[in-house]
Structures are given as C-alpha cells and as structure tokens.
C-alpha cells in the first residue's frame, strides 16, 4: 500500500497525467482514467491496483506508442522496454505489449542480432559484437546463438589490420600496436595473432 503524494499534468501531453507514490513517480496514466479512477492525492492505493489500472485502460495505447516508435527502425526487447518505460508505462503493461510485438513479430531480438552481425562483423570480432548487442538490449540467447554461427573471423581481421597498417611501417612497435588494435575490435588473441603472421609472410 503507498500514498498518492502528487499528480502533475505531463509536459508534452495534457491529456495525460504522471503518478506519484510516496514521493517517487510510479507511472502515467491517461487523465480521463485518473477521474474515472477517482485517483487523488492522500489516497492509498496497492501498487497492483494501478499497474491494474493501466493495463487495463492503456495497453492498446502504449502499443500503439510502440508500433510508431518501431517505424524507425528495428529495435530489440531491450530498447523496447526502456522506451515504454520513460513513457510511464508499468512492467505488466509493458510485458503485454511485448507479448503482442513478439507474437506479430515486430520485435525479434534473434533477427535484429543476426542483421546487426552481417553488417558489423566486417570491422569487429565476436567480443565487441557481444558487448555491442548487449548494450542495445537484446536477449542473451540471441546474442549466443547469432555469434555461434559466425565462424571464421579472420578475413575481417586481416581487413581490419590492412586498414590499420595502412601507410605505416611494418616495424616490430607497430605490430605490436596492430595486435592491440585487433584486440579492442574484439578478435580473440589467436585470430589477432594469425592476422599479424600472415601480415609477416607476405612481406
């Protein structure tokens, strides 16, 4: 049980009111359901009772909310929850919507992973790409299962140390500099190694 110690009009959206509980925000909620509700300040409510509330008023909002942001681009799970989150939507309004976008699958963290792969593992190994993905909210699943299929890294290593030792001396410093390099792009130290030897040979 907490108290409702405000309710203030949202900045962007009038018709629209945040929530809070015992001096914190809990949510948004539409102002036409907050007087339905009959929600005012030094009432005490269960924090079910207005995740209640809102699924129950608002789902179809916040998923419409959702489908407008996904028209940008693809997003993950993740994204997806944080974008609804600052929007003010509660955790059970926010599974539902992930629900329904996984179903018509307009989000697949397993497919965004797989896009993003093709296009950077050009330039970057499979650390960097794990550390990328995870930073964009996607599924750790996901992540695992894309990067297991990605198997032979070293012709975007060797292309990442041409562009590297472009206009540079094959010195042993620079090398050494090179092998660095490779390591921050993600490539595990064998294949950073390999690069570097096969560089070797050629001179």
């Known amino acids: 049980m907490a108290e409702i110690t405000s309710i203030t009009p949202q900045i962007k959206d009038r018709e629209r009111v945040n929530i809070y509980l015992d001096g914190k925000f809990y949510c948004g909620i539409k102002l ?31 998923l419409d909310k959702a489908m ?27 599974d539902a919507v992930l629900e329904k976008l996984k179903e018509y699958g307009f989000v697949n963290d397993e497919e965004y992973c797989r896009q993003f792969v093709e296009s950077a593992s050009k330039n970057k190994g499979k650390r960097l790409l794990a550390v990328e993905l995870k930073k964009r909210g996607a599924a750790e699943d996901s992540i695992v299962s894309v990067l297991e299929d990605l198997q032979d890294e070293s012709d975007a290593a060797k292309s990442v140390l041409g562009k590297y030792m472009k206009d540079r001396e094959i010195t042993r410093e620079n090398l050494q500099k090179a092998y660095r390099h490779l390591l921050s792009k993600g490539f595990d130290y064998d294949t950073a190694k390999d690069a570097i030897s096969s560089l ?4």
């Open 32 to 62: 036409k359901t907050a007087l339905r509700c009959r929600l005012k300040v030094g009432d005490h409510i269960e924090f079910s009772r207005l995740d209640e509330i809102q699924l129950e008023n608002e789902k179809s909002q916040a």
């Open 200 to 203: 070797k040979d050629d001179e």
């Open 68 to 94: 407008t942001h996904l028209t940008a681009s693809m997003k993950t799970q993740g994204q997806m929850r944080d974008f609804l989150k600052k929007k003010g939507y509660v955790d059970l309004v926010i």
